[in-house]
């Protein structure tokens, strides 16, 4: 008896099939490996922030210092604590109105003096108004920022719907901080309001004072006009008598798909002719300025970039590693910042333009979220911030190239894997 086997030819439809299938399950591990080594990493570092004991936290740091930019003055602060007290006396002296707008307003005691501040003002008969990020303050009590009449308050919404289709111009966070008072004296930069930016964290704020000040209540009326309850008083935007090119206010508006701080900056570093100093809490560059600071490296511009050694945010550090080989082999020299988080947003190129502010160089920030950083074009200002970047130096050390390659080969896998979270930082 003759057995005989028939050969089976797999159908081109079970084929497809199977691709599919294999295609299916790739894509479901490409997706999750990110996420997992993300989870890895937050797991690990919130472990190591437990076990690490409590210390006070010393970095060097200049005198708030002054300058003139025509009718205007603008002092830079870099001690949370010289800046809090000035903007609460400016509150604690206003007469007709205070707008104050955050980011972050911790339910300390420090944000129980802002607080009672305001309230104090509006029994002066002070017109208060309030915008805050509901999503970056879901861990403060609610309560404590319910605020009295007659207040006005915009809480921007916890979930913005457009995050979903990847809508821009409905998915972005408010990070922006900014105060202005009477019209006379502003404040903008990086900190938000809580005890622990007072004396731990390492932050750059502007006071202005004088003409100027309209680049940040224009910037505070147009956002509010945007976002407030139809029940809300509007407030009046007169438009203004004084043009200063030299100071300028760039404000990113998702809502409008505009996003000038990244404009500025790649203007001007394409500028540099000597030097670039960069400070950055999160520093992930998107293609076009990562070549930018390459080019200017490779013409002979001395570029410098300092970022915290640990951030509050390790995934986005590990998204930033991904790109320090790239970077030290084009000439970019990379400094970290130690023992403390340093959350600065600021440059300063070849003694002439500066820019401090609210938003990092990444995509949240710079194609993102609801951002304003000042532009300024100024010799005194540039070398105030010469003078920061120097003493911010002492407290760094170097990366090297050498010391970058010697990593471990789990630290490099990692940093591949989690490339695809780049876009979503």
């Excluded at 017109?127 to 207040?151: M, Q, T």
Aim: aromatic share 8%; net charge negative; hydrophobic share 45%.
């Amino acid at each position: 008896m003759v057995v005989r086997y028939r050969e089976v030819v797999p159908s081109s439809d079970s084929l497809l099939q199977l691709a599919r299938t294999v295609l299916a399950r790739t894509a479901v591990v490409a997706a999750a490996a990110p996420v997992a080594v993300a989870a890895v990493l937050v797991t690990t570092d919130a472990v190591r922030r437990r076990r690490r004991q409590a210390t006070d936290v010393t970095f060097p740091h200049p005198e708030p210092a002054e300058a003139t930019v025509d009718q205007s003055s603008v002092t830079v602060f870099t001690y949370g604590e010289d800046l809090y007290e000035e903007m609460l006396a400016a509150i604690r002296g206003a007469r007709e109105c205070i707008m104050l707008e955050t980011y972050i307003w911790k339910g300390d005691a420090l944000g129980q003096q802002f607080k009672d501040a305001l309230i104090e003002a509006t029994h002066r008969g002070v017109e208060v108004f309030v915008v805050y990020d509901g999503f970056a303050n879901l861990v403060v009590p609610r309560a404590f920022l319910d605020f009295p009449a007659p207040i006005h308050v915009i809480r921007f919404p916890v979930f913005r719907p457009g995050i979903l289709m990847m809508n821009l111009r409905k998915s972005g966070r408010d990070h922006r901080k900014v105060l202005v008072v009477d019209d006379e004296v502003g404040f903008v930069g990086g900190y938000n309001i809580g005890e622990l930016y007072a004396t731990q964290w390492r932050d750059t704020h502007v006071k202005l004072t004088g003409p100027s000040v309209w680049e940040l209540r224009n910037a505070f009326v147009d956002f509010w006009n945007a976002n407030r309850d139809p029940a809300q008083p509007a407030l009046e935007d007169p438009g203004s008598e004084y043009w200063q090119p030299r100071l300028k206010a760039a404000r990113n508006a998702p809502a409008h798909l505009v996003f000038p701080i990244r404009g500025i900056y790649l203007d001007a570093i394409d500028r540099a002719s000597s030097h670039v100093y960069i400070t950055q809490a999160y520093f992930i560059p998107d293609r076009e300025i990562l070549h930018a600071l390459l080019a200017a490296a490779a013409r002979g511009v001395d570029v410098r970039v300092v970022v915290p050694e640990r951030s509050n945010h390790v995934v986005a550090d590990w998204l930033a590693r991904d790109l320090y080989e790239t970077l030290l082999r084009g000439g970019v020299t990379i400094w970290l910042y130690e023992n403390t988080m340093v959350h600065a947003k600021t440059a300063t190129i070849d003694g002439q333009w500066t820019t401090i502010g609210t938003a990092n160089i990444d995509r949240l920030s710079l194609t993102g979220n609801y951002e304003i950083n000042l532009e300024i074009v100024d010799p005194d200002v540039a070398a105030q911030m010469e003078m920061v970047f120097d003493v911010d130096l002492s407290n760094c050390r170097e990366l090297t190239l050498a010391e970058w390659e010697s990593r471990s080969l789990v630290a490099k896998i990692s940093e591949v894997l989690l490339r695809p979270l780049r876009p979503l930082l």
